[in-house]
């Protein structure tokens, strides 16, 4: 256990308050916890100007003992890469696929693991569509703890699995979708007092995310207007949101940016729940980007939080309008990103005009994870 605390717990839905622990939902309410920092001031980004390009320029924003123990394998750092800058607009992609093993995820295992050995854990778990396992895979194998993960039977894309063996771990494969695994892996939990979850259920997986909104900060100098991430179990939007509005606390941005969130229109709770003002999970999910085949996202409340309190929206796209997508960004701009990732572009590229200033759109992996979808490509005619 390492050093002076400066962050705590705190429920999203009741307030109740934590010291920092390997928990995961409020023992009042159920609400999912959300960790509250004691930030530094604005100088501080003037401070670290010659750090490292990777996610641990911002030690100090991160929640982790101060003599513990780092497991990095060097995440974050990724490229903004601009696309055009035309009438008024200017589009950037964020590319989370530049990460150590392919995904957003990894700024999120690396904090997610160091805490695993923080708090003393030998083993770790998740549910996963395929990034999260991958991931959580890497950083266990780098840190020496034993890796668990349910993955939805056949409904994993390849290149990820592919890792996930790789990197040695334990693999359960689930007859049902991403949902009923994650209901399994919840139940292994608490039946063990040495397995710490990894899903972004985990608050300290998403501090971790929170450090895409700094990058984007430093690349732009400032906040864009817009920022449009594919949402599945709707951690990461949450957690870009959370670290712009720690840049508003801490006096460096005046707003933050509005937040889209695009899910697969076969798995789209969010968009009913934001449309409607009622929660229903979607039983079946069905999607050909099966990084967001999730039909209960666990996040959907801080999700909610996020989305509103930054005047965004949520929205959907088919999957036709992803693989398309796809292969617009692949052969316009030199760019292979997974199909999930494809459809922030997929729902700014039919809804233009409803954008002025700077757009971010996050892809959040790589291309090269889901080799099989070339035969989607070419069953909708898109080749
Ligand atoms: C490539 C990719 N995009 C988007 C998502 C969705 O992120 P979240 O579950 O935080 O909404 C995932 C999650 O697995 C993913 O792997
Ligand atoms: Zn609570």
Redesign the pocket.
């Known amino acids: 256990m390492g050093g002076v605390k400066n962050y705590f717990l705190r ?1 999203i ?2 307030g ?1 308050e934590y010291d920092p622990a390997p928990m995961y939902v ?1 023992d ?4 999912l916890l959300e960790v509250v920092m004691d930030l530094p001031s604005s100088k501080f980004f003037s401070r670290i100007v010659d750090r490292p390009w990777y996610m641990w320029r911002y030690r100090e924003l991160l929640p982790l003992g101060s003599g513990s123990r780092i497991v990095s394998l060097w995440e974050g750092g990724t490229r903004l890469f601009n696309l055009s800058v035309e009438d008024g607009l200017s589009l950037y992609i964020k590319l989370e696929g530049d990460n150590p093993t392919g995904s957003f995820k990894d700024r999120g295992m690396s904090l997610g693991v160091s805490k695993a050995l923080e708090y003393g854990f030998s083993k770790v778990a998740c549910a996963s569509t395929g990034n999260t396992s991958a991931s959580m895979a890497a950083y266990a194998a780098r840190a020496g703890l034993e890796a668990l993960v349910f993955l939805p039977r056949g409904k994993v894309a390849r290149g990820k699995l592919f890792q996930a063996v790789a990197h040695g771990a334990r693999i359960v494969e689930v007859d049902g979708s991403f949902d009923d695994a994650f209901k399994m892996v919840r139940r292994h939990v608490s039946e063990s007092s040495d397995l710490y979850l990894l899903n972004s259920i985990n608050p300290y997986r998403l501090e971790g995310q929170k450090t895409i909104a700094y990058e984007i900060y430093e690349a732009l100098s400032n906040a864009p207007d817009y920022v449009i991430v594919p949402v599945g179990n709707a951690g990461n939007i949450y957690a870009i949101w959370k670290g712009f509005f720690e840049l508003v606390e801490m006096g460096v941005i005046d707003d933050v940016p509005r937040m889209i969130g695009v899910q697969a229109s076969g798995a789209a709770p969010m968009v009913h729940f934001f449309r409607n003002g009622t929660y229903r999970p979607v039983e079946a999910p069905e999607t050909l980007a099966t990084a967001i085949r999730i039909g209960n996202p666990v996040n959907r409340d801080k999700a909610m939080k996020a989305v509103k309190f930054s005047g965004g929206w949520f929205s959907s796209v088919s999957d036709r309008d992803i693989l398309s997508a796809q292969l617009d960004i692949a052969r316009r701009y030199g760019l292979l990103v997974e199909p999930a990732s494809a459809a922030p572009y997929a729902y700014f590229r039919s809804n233009i005009d409803l954008f002025k200033g700077s757009v971010v759109l996050i892809s959040t992996g790589h291309g090269l994870k889901d080799p099989d979808i070339l035969k989607y490509w070419s069953e909708y005619g898109l080749i």
């Open positions: 429920c839905l009741c109740a409020c009042d309410c159920g609400g």
